[in-house]
């Protein structure tokens, strides 16, 4: 029977979806040639989104880690994920170009782009910037269930997007519509590695490929290659206390309220560091009642996060809607797209717009700066497109801070534990020496009096 091919989706969405976007650039390239080595038709590797955690958490270059992993895997096209370049904040046109621009001179080669609403206009536009910036679009048709995405709406998005000659279509599915997928002829399929596959996250490609084969399909995939990959990220995982994917029940519930892994991942992730993880549930389920009042959006950023968030809010205050974000008013006011505003539910879009704020952002008018525009407001013409756009979305605080922070260091894994150990220990503070012996090799670390130098390595 026929092939099936893969994409890997673990270096975005595997870490984005369980990992809070946690990690770093060293993680990624003690493995990345081995990744390539493996079959896949593709990898994604980075979007939008992860340019602020890149900045602001991980003190890393996002522009220096698509240059470094694109120098390792040289097989496989990389993908961007090309929704919005900034999710709660206007969108030009002109920076999104900028953004495709620089994502395709660091080794970027496929798009991946998506329209909350499925609108053909902004696919059009999106398809457009990607061809002409060297890019190779794929349409990414978002799935929703809900009284208004019936067969028939999907048919003609579908319909819509195929028009626009793009070599694949994408929809978000499970391990089992995945499956069924194959036997109506879909020919390649989204997954990741364990253990950064399952949970909130894409199936497994070992358990896809399994499946695929029992069924007599053959699997376009080194599974042998692969499986390093999976000690490599388990080792990570099981040291920096990051929860590992597996294999979930049937749960209705995630039909019900449809917030996307990612976001799940992130509001739990939020919500543990102001001490309030017990809410994440309760919140979930307002998500559904916030989703209904809106009109049902398609889960997908940004609309997820607008509903998510105004869940959460609600929740927390204890009354629905006494307090709304921004982008709620927005939302009300048809400035996130009028199908929006027109199809939510009367009483709460007039509670949200009944407010001082609703009638100061009525006044609100699109805008569209031009990249020069831009950059003479944010440093002048000595300004680079990639430093362009991180100043755009980040303060100068945050950019100087990752700067500070240095190069990335590849992470050191299980396939060196004696540096791992040395590196582990030498991180103590209740101790001035340690030795570390075995029949060919005797360590011993010593702190001295003047620490600037740091701990010397004697070998004997």
């Given amino acids: 029977m026929s092939e099936i091919s893969f994409v890997d989706t673990t270096l975005r969405d595997g870490h984005q979806s369980l990992w809070a976007e946690g990690m770093t650039t060293g993680m990624m390239l003690p493995i990345a040639e ?36 694109a120098k390792r895997i040289t097989k496989t096209p990389l993908r961007v994920i090309a929704g919005r370049v900034n ?3 206007f969108n030009p046109l002109s920076m999104y170009r900028v953004f495709l621009e620089r994502m395709a001179a660091n080794g970027i080669r496929q798009a991946r782009i998506s329209e909350e609403w499925n609108d053909f206009s902004g696919w059009q536009r999106k398809v457009q910037t990607a061809r002409e910036v060297g890019l190779e679009p794929i349409v990414n048709l978002i799935f929703s269930i809900s009284p208004k995405h019936s067969d028939e709406y999907y048919a003609r998005k579908t319909r819509e ?17 995945c499956l069924e997928a194959i036997k109506l002829g879909i020919k390649s399929i989204n997954t990741a590695i364990p253990p950064l596959a399952n949970s909130a996250s894409n199936p497994s490609v070992f358990n896809i490929a399994r499946n695929a084969r029992a069924l007599g399909y053959t699997p376009a995939i080194d599974e042998a290659v692969v499986k390093p990959v999976v000690e490599h990220f388990t080792f990570i995982a099981k040291r920096e206390g990051f929860p590992t994917g597996m294999p979930v029940e049937y749960d209705y519930s995630q039909y019900l309220h449809q917030v996307p892994g990612g976001m799940i991942s992130n509001l739990g992730h939020q919500l543990r560091r102001v001490g309030l993880q017990d809410r994440l549930e309760e919140a979930l389920k307002e998500a559904v009642r916030v989703r209904a009042d809106f009109g049902y959006p398609s889960m997908v950023t940004p609309l997820s996060q607008y509903v998510g968030s105004q869940a959460a809010i609600n929740v927390i205050v204890g009354e629905r809607y006494k307090e709304v974000t921004d982008q709620v008013i927005k939302y009300a006011l048809g400035q996130c797209g009028e199908e929006g505003s027109s199809s939510m539910d009367p009483d709460v879009k007039d509670r949200i717009l009944d407010r001082p704020r609703a009638k100061e952002l009525a006044r609100w008018e699109p805008y569209e700066p031009s990249v020069e525009d831009l950059r003479s407001k944010l440093g002048g013409p000595g300004v680079s497109d990639e430093e362009l756009l991180l100043r755009w979305l980040l303060t100068k605080d945050e950019i100087e801070a990752m700067r500070a922070a240095g190069a990335p260091k590849e992470y050191l894994s299980g396939t060196q534990p004696v540096v791992a150990l040395i590196e582990e220990l030498a991180k103590r503070s209740n101790c001035s020496q340690i030795r570390i012996q075995r029949p060919d090799l005797s360590l011993i670390l010593e702190k001295r009096p003047d620490t600037s130098k740091g701990p010397s390595t004697i070998d004997r």
């Fill in 161 to 177: 997007a195929a028009s626009l000659g793009v070599p694949r279509l994408c929809t978000g599915l499970g391990p089992l519509c």
């Fill in 87 to 89: 999710t709660f904040g």
């Fill in 34 to 69: 081995r990744m390539d080595q493996a079959g896949f038709e593709a990898m994604e590797l980075i979007s939008g989104s992860h340019l602020k955690k890149c900045v602001r958490e991980l003190k890393e270059d996002p522009w220096e880690r698509v240059r470094l992993v």
